[in-house]
T-cell receptor
Framework: AQSVTQLGSHVSVSEGALVLLRCNYS??????LFWYVQYPNQGLQLLLK??????LVKGINGFEAEFKKSETSFHLTKPSAHMSDAAEYFC?????????FGTGTRLQVFP | DTAVSQTPKYLVTQMGNDKSIKCEQNLGHDTMYWYKQDSKKFLKIMFSYNNKELIINETVPNRFSPKSPDKAHLNLHINSLELGDSAVYFC??????????????FGPGTRLTVT
């Protein structure tokens, strides 16, 4: 069975600081990995995804994530946080039609 | 044009009532989904349909019945609503089915409150 663990339900950073949101997965087969962002009272928007190929994946809004098979991780980073990045971030894994989501990490950005 | 739309956005109703949520996608996708997000923001799949055929039916009470009149629409009907049904329900769609490689596009959600 697949699962996702997001370490840290809340992460706070200052504007301009590095953002690091952690995601570890468990999968018996090569996984497809996704990061979604949810702004308040909105649906989920895809930030980036890893399927095959290059392990460093670039997404929208300056975010990127690196697939590390040896560490079963897919951490999300952004070099410089912006106030507009404040949202809930979800990591998800899939190898069929089901997206299995982590419990989410709320990112707060302070001025 | 909205890619995945849901109606209504908010739904407040009393225990025991029956209600429906509608979802439409204009992306030309073959597969549609319903997810439930609870009060702790945890998201879990409920159902998926591929071209009107039920593919995934998670352990959801049979008071929940999805219906797909065509591949652009997936509705969710809930009978005998209970307090525990209060949640945000998201509809999503993806290009195809089978591998999990295709990203899913989510609607804005329907916040259901059962009193």
């Amino acid at each position: 069975a697949q699962s996702v663990t997001q370490l840290g339900s809340h992460v706070s950073v200052s504007e301009g600081a590095l953002v690091l949101l952690r995601c570890n997965y468990s999968s018996s087969v090569p996984p497809y990995l996704f990061w979604y962002v949810q702004y308040p009272n909105q649906g989920l928007q895809l930030l980036l995804k890893y399927t095959t190929g290059a392990t460093l994946v670039k997404g929208i809004n300056g975010f990127e994530a690196e697939f590390k098979k040896s560490e079963t991780s897919f951490h999300l980073t952004k070099p410089s946080a912006h106030m507009s990045d404040a949202a809930e971030y979800f990591c998800a894994v899939s190898n069929t039609d089901k997206l299995i989501f982590g419990t989410g990490t709320r990112l707060q950005v302070f001025p | 044009d909205t890619a995945v739309s849901q109606t209504p956005k908010y739904l407040v109703t009393q225990m025991g009532n029956d209600k429906s949520i509608k979802c439409e996608q204009n992306l030309g996708h073959d597969t549609m989904y319903w997810y439930k997000q609870d009060s702790k923001k945890f998201l879990k799949i409920m159902f998926s349909y591929n071209n009107k055929e039920l593919i995934i039916n998670e352990t959801v009470p049979n008071r929940f019945s999805p219906k797909s009149p065509d591949k652009a629409h997936l509705n969710l009907h809930i009978n005998s609503l209970e307090l525990g049904d209060s949640a945000v329900y998201f509809c999503a769609s993806s290009l195809a089915t089978g591998t999990g490689a295709y990203e899913q596009y989510f609607g804005p959600g329907t916040r259901l409150t059962v009193t």
